[in-house]
Nanobody, 121 residues
Framework: QVQLVESGGGLVQAGGSLRLSCAAS????????MGWFRQAPGKEREFVAA????????YYGDSAKGRYTISRDNAKPTVYLEMNSLKPEDTAVYYC??????????????WGQGTQVTVSS
């Protein structure tokens, strides 16, 4: 079992920045990839970014490219999502996820509870 706890969400003005954190606990040695997703009201969940736990390979969704940066601290172990130049359309609940089964950044078996990000215009 892996437990994930997100933090760092909040209210920010358009153009501002936020850094989300996701602290992992439990069987963290079994994690291959960690990712961030988001879901806005009335919309489907959207892939934001992912990072491989060992090699640090990064993957980004179209909405995140050029504005978001994913990073990790294996010692803690925690994954971060640095979000810059935020737009009102970035408003969503952001979820952290862990993949303990494959090296693919597209499949996840553990999820956090989510943290709300609201960007005001």
């Amino acid at each position: 079992q892996v437990q994930l706890v997100e933090s760092g969400g909040g209210l920010v003005q358009a153009g501002g920045s936020l850094r989300l954190s996701c602290a992992a606990s439990g069987r963290t040695a079994s994690i291959y990839v960690m990712g961030w997703f988001r879901q806005a009201p009335g919309k489907e969940r959207e892939f934001v970014a992912a990072i491989s736990w060992s090699g640090g390979n990064q993957y980004y969704g179209d909405s995140a490219k050029g504005r978001y940066t994913i990073s990790r601290d294996n010692a803690k172990p925690t994954v971060y999502l640095e979000m810059n130049s935020l737009k009102p359309e970035d408003t969503a609940v952001y979820y952290c996820a862990a993949n303990t089964r494959t090296l693919l950044p597209t499949q996840y078996d553990y999820w956090g509870q989510g943290t709300q990000v609201t960007v005001s215009s």
